[in-house]
């Protein structure tokens, strides 16, 4: 006989089946709705996203072609600076060429006047050079006059002169030397700072090149992948004052060390223009010494010639005379001669006729007046001989020291030639007379010749 099988599982009731159901259908439009509002916020988070992503990359894409732009004209600010800077440290440096010399402390090309066209140092340095011919003119000339002999050994205006003229150049070579010096340190200042621009300037560029790589990049851009931690801070990070404070100080310092250049040119120009003024016054003042000098000596010895000329005319009378005094004395004794031959002879007269008669007494007072006579001319002839060696001795006193005026006016004459140097081109001077020799080298007037002679 056949059984019934029952499942052997809990029995519900059909209220509890159409709860279920509805229970059901209840979760699920409040699921579907809970799906429509998360879709719908969805959608929502979506759009706002989707547009604060779009303006946020717009605002940053905004913001790196600002910071392009800023760094940029820093750039710029940095190349011109740069550009100013080259300029004057070659107008520092070297002597020559013209043209437009930028250096004005703000970096503006401004129209610079004809003494910042020209290059400085080098010019200092030739200039410094160039006082080295004016010192062997001046020492050269004082070595020449301490030929000069005697009495004319004397420590006159032109050795004054000289011996000024050599302290002037000194002082004129120490002063440019100084300012050479003062050239050199601001060149190492100068290219100092240049090294500092170059390394803003590179710092620059490599940023350029890095912002405006980041400024290209989009979404289609193949290079781009997400980056471990890319929001840190790198380490040496600065904020955007101080770098702007450092761009800022490295120009004002490469502004402050031009302006210092350009007043140092400004110093070097008027040293060179104040120690060339004092060294051609200083040359004017030697030179018209000389001049003054050789008049005088050349009037002293035109006297001395003269002197020279009436001592030897005085020689030549007293020698004449001294020549009749001779000749009178040999007729005196001639004279005296014959009245002695006379009374000698009348001695031998016989017996009373040896009287003293009046032939007698004039016989004995002719002899008496010749000896006196004789003894006069004697002593006029001794007084002539000792006049004519007195007029001797000083005949060659004078022409001793014509010789030293000859001399000393061929030395002085031999300075003056010298100097020529200083205002004739080294290519077309020559001497006029020559140093070892002292032979002239031109024609000159009887008095040189003469110099010439005695020398």
């Not at 710029?76 to 800077?85: G, N, S």
């Not at 006729?353 to 004697?378: F, M, N, P, S």
């Not at 020799?437 to 008095?447: A, E, G, K, V, Y």
């Amino acid at each position: 006989m056949a059984t019934l099988s029952v499942k052997p599982s809990p029995r519900f009731r059909l209220p509890d089946w159409y709860t279920n159901s509805y229970l059901l259908s209840t979760n699920a439009e409040r699921q579907r709705d809970a799906s429509h509002q998360i879709r719908q916020e969805a959608r929502v988070l979506c759009n706002e996203t989707n547009n604060q992503t779009i303006w946020d990359e717009h605002d940053n894409r905004t913001r790196l072609a600002e910071r392009i732009d800023t760094v940029n004209r820093w750039k710029e600010m940095l190349d011109k600076c740069l550009t100013d800077l080259d300029a004057e440290i070659d107008a520092l440096t070297q002597a020559g060429s013209q043209g437009r010399v930028p250096g004005d402390p703000a970096c503006k090309d401004l129209p610079l006047p004809p003494l910042f066209r020209v290059r400085m140092k080098e010019s200092a340095e030739q200039n410094l050079q160039a006082k080295n011919l004016p010192l062997d003119v001046a020492i050269e000339c004082l070595t020449l006059r301490e030929s000069r002999r005697d009495i004319d050994v004397v420590k006159d205006l032109v050795e004054e002169e000289l011996h000024k003229e050599v302290e002037v150049t000194e002082a004129t070579k120490k002063a440019l030397q100084q300012k050479i010096s003062q050239a050199f340190e601001k060149l190492c200042l100068l290219q100092e700072v240049r090294q500092q621009l170059n390394s803003d300037h590179r710092g620059k560029m490599e940023t350029l090149d890095i912002d405006r790589g980041c400024f290209s990049l989009n979404l289609k851009s193949p290079n781009i992948s997400l980056k471990i931690n890319p929001t840190r801070v790198p380490n040496g990070s600065t904020t955007l004052q101080q770098w702007d404070d450092c761009s800022q100080f490295n120009k004002n310092q490469a502004e402050a060390e031009m302006k210092g250049a350009i007043e140092l040119r400004e110093a070097i120009a008027l040293t060179i223009a104040k120690t060339n003024n004092e060294l051609e016054a200083q040359r004017v003042a030697t030179e018209f010494a000389f001049r003054k000098r050789l008049w005088e000596m050349e009037k002293v010895y035109s006297e001395l010639k003269w002197q020279e000329k009436n001592t030897m005319e005085e020689i030549a009378e007293l020698q004449e005379d001294i020549r009749h005094l001779e000749e009178d004395l040999r007729r005196k004794l001639q004279n005296l001669k014959l009245c002695h031959t006379r009374l000698e002879t009348r001695t031998y007269r016989p017996n009373v006729e040896l009287c003293r008669d009046q032939a007698q007494y004039g016989l004995t007072e002719e002899v008496h007046q010749l000896e006196a006579t004789t003894a006069a001319l004697k002593q006029k002839l001794a007084q002539a001989q000792d006049a004519l060696d007195a007029l001797y001795q000083h005949l060659a006193r004078l022409q001793a020291d014509i010789a030293c005026k000859a001399n000393s006016m061929l030395l002085d004459t031999k300075c003056v030639d010298t100097r020529r140097k200083l205002t004739v081109p080294a290519e077309k001077f020559v001497p006029e007379v020559d140093t070892f020799t002292r032979t002239t080298n031109r024609t000159l007037s009887p008095l040189k010749t003469c110099q010439l002679e005695l020398t």
